[in-house]
């Protein structure tokens, strides 16, 4: 079945600093999702992508829709504390409306 | 985007019992789906419930270890039966294809 492949699998970084992290797929996705979870709390949406080349910011985040279709990336500028949490990556389509998950990237903020 | 309300937010259970989850949405969404988190895992999706039909159920998972009811167009419930150590995970509902989900129920088997 689909996989995806999320990567870094955990970050320590210093606050301030900005953080990279990817997603790479052998299928081809329609869209990609990019996801916040905190402890105890469900994920929260963070990025939508909708189209091949698509780069979209939401305030200090930005990612980007591989032109491939089968790859996206996140990036936070300037890392606060309030960013620790894990990120998801999902894509969904190839033929499914179903979303296929990546295995998150923890994220580690320090003050 | 939609409100979901999920109940409990944890449990602790014995072995052998069951435990029903509810989702309650504050609007009316034709699909809802029911994913598990298991420990420090990824999402995997379980089944999907449609309004009025039989829920579908991803491969690995059965509705008489799973069952899921579907009343009305706002709320759902999913039942994990028969627990076992192994079921010891977070549950999840979401509507809108993934895009919103509920804050999960935490379970612990023992």
């Known amino acids: 079945g689909q996989q995806l492949n999320q990567s870094p699998q955990s970050m320590f970084i210093q606050e301030g600093e900005d953080v990279s992290m990817n997603c790479t797929s052998s299928?081809?996705?329609?869209?990609w999702l990019w996801y916040k979870q905190e402890p105890g709390e469900g994920p929260v949406l963070l990025i939508a992508?909708?189209?091949?080349?698509e780069l979209t910011s939401n305030g200090r985040l930005t990612a980007q829709f591989g032109i491939t279709r089968k790859d996206s990336f996140l990036n936070i500028s300037a890392s606060i504390p309030s960013d620790v949490g894990i990120y998801f990556c999902?894509?969904?389509?190839?033929?499914?409306?179903?979303?296929?998950f990546g295995k998150g990237t923890k994220l580690t903020v320090n003050p | 985007s939609a409100v979901i309300s999920q109940k409990p937010s944890r449990d602790i259970c014995q072995r052998g019992t069951s435990l029903t989850i509810q989702c309650q949405v504050d609007?009316?969404?034709?699909?809802m789906f029911w994913y598990r988190q298991q420990p420090g895992q990824s999402l995997t999706l379980i089944a999907t419930?449609?309004?009025?039909?039989?829920?579908?159920?991803e491969s690995g998972f059965v509705i008489d270890k799973f069952p899921i009811s579907r009343p009305n167009l706002t709320f759902s419930t999913l039942t994990v039966s028969n627990m076992s150590p192994e079921d010891s995970s977070i549950y999840l509902c979401?509507?809108?294809?993934?895009?919103?989900f509920g804050s999960g129920t935490r379970l612990t088997v023992v």
């Open positions: 979401s509507v809108g294809y993934g895009y919103t």
């Open positions: 299928s081809i996705f329609n869209t």
């Open positions: 992508l909708y189209k091949a080349g």
């Open positions: 999902a894509g969904q389509g190839g033929g499914s409306e179903k979303l296929v």
């Open positions: 609007s009316q969404v034709t699909m």
């Open positions: 419930a449609n309004q009025g039909s039989e829920a579908t159920y």
